[in-house]
Every structure is written in structure tokens, then in C-alpha cells.
């Protein structure tokens, strides 16, 4: 009762519901509960308060399960209200973890559940975007002496991270766990390529055979984003600013151009920069009639959406624009992050790993071995991590032999 009182959440009688979508969570987790079963349970994290800042749906709900399973005292939030599961909310209200969150709470509610968060008083934060994190620094400052760290999930944040420190803001230990090996090379590319897409399914209902796809951003996410448009009989070109990731995509097959090059001929405007105006304001005259607009990056404001005037929802969640002269857009998720605000996210079986990174991290950060700033996930947990994934699925690697350890040790031609 002491949980349902301090938490804020929409209707915790959608508790079962929530309660089915995380044990189907449970079972399709192996790495997480091996490395659970294996790490988290020496005791480090006991009686330590943890506040898990990301989505929050049914594979962050089993996160902070495990968490709290360890002995810490978790209380969560979700870094997005258009992501937020209100049913998750209520199961893990139900499990007896405190939740402050709600699906569609306006930017005022959002700021105040996160604000409610903070004043916990977290000694590890697990962040998405680092939106508590940035928080707790600004309108928390005192409280970031109390910090024993940070893990962060996105490409976003970390950049945050690098700004913060940049402007010696950064007094703790924050973990890049974006940057792990275990956590870009699969969530940012097979993760985001498969459910972006499926929650344009989703939503729209519309067929992608031979339609035009204009990813904007060629970085782990565009890859695997433009990989999923092309094995869906999709064509694609890429909008980059980076001549490397110009040449790579170039080299991978797709058609690269400019905004003004592209957008006249995409039927699928997806965003995936983590930065805001990837496509600004006046690019939008370049839209072509019905396209549609989905974010597979991080921040709302990826694509100017603003910048279209009012709406009307024809679709759920999905909102026409008129671009003048007769034309329309079709913005999917209200600017959101397409994947999470109209599906349910990345596969579970990606985030056992991403999430794998992640309870590894809180726990690193949970030994106080780590001085302020931004470091790196320990590449031998990655490495960990890897293994015990190619164990659940029964696969096993060659050793070198002694002859080949004798030639790498050998400098001498």
C-alpha cells in the first residue's frame, strides 16, 4: 500500500495485463537471467536506490524486476510519456516498485514524475536520453553529490553526457552504455531496423514493396534501419552530413543524396540522427503528397513536424498535414519515436542484451570503482555478455591454437 500511495500512475487495476506482457518478458530473457542469477545477486546492489529512467514497457518493467530482485530499492519512470505503458505502470506498482508515469502526460507531468523521481534521492541512475540525469543537474543540483553514477542508453544522451562534462557539470561516474559492443552492433541496427518498421506497419497498414525510403542519418541506427527497407522490397537513399557515412552508405548499396535531392521522391520519411532539425523547417516544401513521417531516432523535433501547421488524426496515431497546393503528410506517433510510441519496441530477445549492458553497468557503478566522467562499458562484460548469448543458443567458438598464441606474442620477423 505504501508503493500504490507514493506512485503516480493511471489505473492500477490494468495491473494483469501488464503482469502477462512481463512474464512473456521473463521467458525470452536468457542472458538477462543468467547474468542476474550470476552478478547481481552478490549483494553489491542491496539497499542501493536505483531510479530506471527508460521506456516504459513490459523489457525495462523485467529490468527493474531483477533489479529489485537484488536487494536495491528501485523506483522507475519512462523517458518518453508516448511510450509509456500504462498496464507496465500498474504490474510493476503491483510488484512493489514505486512508478512515477503515464502514457500521454503532458511535458508539465512529465517533468514533475521525473522531478518525483529525483527526489528519491538515486544513488545509480539508469537513463534514457539522459532526461533524469540532465534533471537532476539542473534543477537538482545538490543532489548530484549523492551520485554513485549513471548508465545511459542512447546515442543521445551520451552526447549529453559529453556536453555536461564539457561544462564540468559531470561530478560523477557515467557509464557510455550506448557505446557498448553488446548494445549498438545489435539494439541501434537489428533492434530499431525491425521494429521502426513494424510499427509503420503497424500503424499505417500500408505495404512497402517498392516503396521509396529516405533514411536521414547513416549511423548505426540508418544502418539498420535502411538494411530492414531494402529486405521489405523497399528502395533507399540516405541524407547524411558525414562524408564517411555518406561513402559507407554509398558502398553498401543505397542511393545518397540531399534533402532537396530526396524528399520530392520519398513514400518514407524516417528520421535517425538523435539530433533535432535533420530535416528543418524550409526542407519541408520538398515533402511529396502522402508521405509518411516516422522518427527512428531519439528527440520529437528530429523532423520539424511543427512546421506543418495543425493536424487531424485519421488513423490511430497516425495525423495528416496538409504541406499546401493539395498536398499531405502523414506524421506517425506524434513526432515520437515510431517504434516505442507505435509498437512495442525493440524484440525481446535484442533488449536481454541492451539491457544485459545495463544491469552490468548499475552494478559496476554500485562498487564505487569509477571516478567522475564518462567511461567506457568494460570490454571484458561485453565480451561476457556475448558468450553467454552463443551459450543460450548452443553455439560454441574455436580456440586458438598454440602455434597461432606463439605467433601473435612474437614481434621478430
Same mark, same amino acid.
Given at each position: ?21 512481463? !512474464? ?17 545477486? &552478490? *549483494? ?37 510519456? *508516448? ?24 511535458? &508539465?507531468?512529465?517533468? @514533475?514524475?521525473?522531478? #518525483? ?19 537532476? /543537474? ?58 521502426? =518498421?513494424? $510499427? ?40 547524411? +552530413? &558525414?562524408? /564517411? @557515412?555518406?561513402?559507407? #552508405?554509398?558502398?553498401? *548499396?543505397?542511393? /545518397?543524396?540531399?534533402?532537396? !535531392? ?9 528520421? $535517425?540522427? *538523435?539530433? +533535432? ?7 519541408? !516544401? ?19 513536424? &511543427? ?27 506524434? %513526432?515520437? !519515436? ?11 530477445? +535484442? ?13 559496476? =557503478?554500485?562498487?564505487?570503482? =569509477?571516478?567522475? %566522467? ?40
Amino acid at each position: 500500500m505504501d508503493t500504490v500511495a507514493r506512485s503516480r500512475i493511471a489505473d492500477p487495476s490494468l495491473a494483469p495485463e501488464g503482469e502477462q506482457r512481463i !512474464q512473456w518478458v521473463a521467458k525470452h530473457s536468457p542472458v538477462l537471467n543468467c547474468l542476474a542469477r550470476e552478478r547481481l545477486s &552478490d *549483494g553489491a546492489l542491496r539497499g542501493r536506490r536505483v531510479a530506471v529512467v527508460v521506456h516504459l514497457e513490459a523489457k525495462t518493467a523485467y529490468l527493474a524486476t531483477l533489479l529489485a530482485d537484488a536487494g536495491a530499492q528501485v523506483v522507475a519512470s519512462g523517458s518518453n510519456p *508516448g511510450s509509456t505503458q500504462d498496464a507496465i505502470c500498474a504490474a510493476l506498482v503491483a510488484r512493489g516498485i514505486e512508478v512515477h508515469a503515464r502514457h500521454g502526460a503532458s511535458s &508539465d507531468e512529465f517533468d @514533475a514524475d521525473l522531478l #518525483a523521481v529525483a527526489d528519491t534521492e538515486p544513488e545509480i541512475v539508469v537513463d534514457d536520453g539522459a532526461e533524469l540525469t540532465a534533471r537532476i /543537474v539542473e534543477h537538482r543540483p545538490e543532489l548530484a553529490a549523492g551520485l554513485a553514477g549513471v548508465t545511459e542508453e542512447t546515442t543521445t544522451g551520451v552526447s549529453r553526457l559529453r556536453a555536461m562534462a564539457a561544462a564540468g557539470k559531470l561530478t560523477f561516474p557515467a557509464i557510455a552504455a550506448n557505446d557498448a559492443l553488446c548494445k549498438h552492433l545489435f539494439d541501434n541496427r537489428y533492434g530499431t531496423g525491425q521494429s521502426t =518498421l513494424a $510499427a509503420i506497419d503497424r500503424l499505417t497498414n500500408l505495404t512497402f514493396s517498392g516503396r521509396e525510403f529516405c533514411i536521414v542519418g547513416y549511423g548505426w541506427v540508418g544502418k539498420g534501419l535502411a538494411r530492414a527497407a531494402r529486405g521489405a522490397g523497399g528502395r533507399v537513399t540516405v541524407v547524411e +552530413i &558525414d562524408p /564517411v @557515412a555518406a561513402l559507407e #552508405a554509398h558502398m553498401d *548499396g543505397n542511393r /545518397v543524396a540531399s534533402l532537396e !535531392q530526396a524528399l520530392p521522391d520519398a513514400d518514407v520519411l524516417i528520421s $535517425a540522427t *538523435g539530433a +533535432i532539425d535533420c530535416v528543418p523547417h524550409d526542407a519541408l !516544401q520538398y515533402l511529396k503528397d502522402g508521405v509518411l513521417i516516422a522518427n527512428g531516432g531519439h528527440h520529437e523535433r528530429e523532423v520539424a513536424i &511543427d512546421g506543418l501547421g495543425p493536424g487531424e488524426e485519421v488513423r490511430p496515431g497516425v495525423t495528416e498535414h496538409g504541406l499546401g497546393d493539395g498536398r499531405h503528410a502523414y506524421v506517425l506517433a506524434e %513526432g515520437r !519515436q515510431t517504434n516505442v510510441a507505435g509498437g512495442d519496441g525493440h524484440p525481446v530477445e +535484442i533488449m536481454d542484451l541492451s539491457f544485459s549492458v545495463q544491469a552490468l553497468a548499475a552494478h559496476v =557503478l554500485a562498487s564505487g570503482r =569509477l571516478g567522475p %566522467g564518462l567511461h567506457p562499458f568494460p570490454d571484458e562484460l561485453d565480451r561476457e555478455i556475448a558468450r553467454t548469448k552463443l551459450a543460450t543458443l548452443g553455439l560454441s567458438l574455436a580456440e586458438p591454437t598454440a602455434r597461432q598464441r606463439e605467433f601473435e606474442a612474437r614481434w621478430s620477423v
